[in-house]
């Protein structure tokens, strides 16, 4: 990652896997050249927020939503926050921050 070889780092990580905090690392870093990656990992990452529950999981699950929203295009992320609330619509607190 600190020679900027996301393409083998991505490899590595999907051949051999990794912590969460590296995935979530290098997802961040490599937004701009392997946005499909960070989208993969970041929803990962809001599903588990979403599903902890929590105002501080929210907080941190929305502001990945946001991150989101500048790795793809409008109707995909449109369709991608109508489907986080269908499938979380009974957690309020969340759909409160969500919108």
């Known amino acids: 990652m600190h020679e900027q ?6 490899a590595v990580l999907h051949k051999h896997g990794a912590s969460h905090g590296f995935k979530e690392r290098l997802a961040r ?3 701009t ?3 499909r990656e960070a989208l993969e990992t970041y929803a990962e990452r809001v599903d588990k927020l ?12 929305v502001a990945l939503v946001a991150r989101m929203a500048a790795l ?14 269908a499938r979380f619509g009974r957690k ?6 969500l919108r």
């Open 5 to 10: 070889m996301f393409d083998e780092a991505w």
């Open 29 to 31: 870093a490599s937004e």
């Open 33 to 35: 050249t392997h946005p």
């Open 50 to 61: 979403a599903t902890v529950g929590g105002n501080p999981a929210y907080a941190e699950a």
């Open 72 to 85: 793809r295009d409008g109707a995909e992320q449109a369709a991608y926050v109508a489907a986080l609330k």
């Open 92 to 97: 309020r607190n969340f759909m409160m921050l």
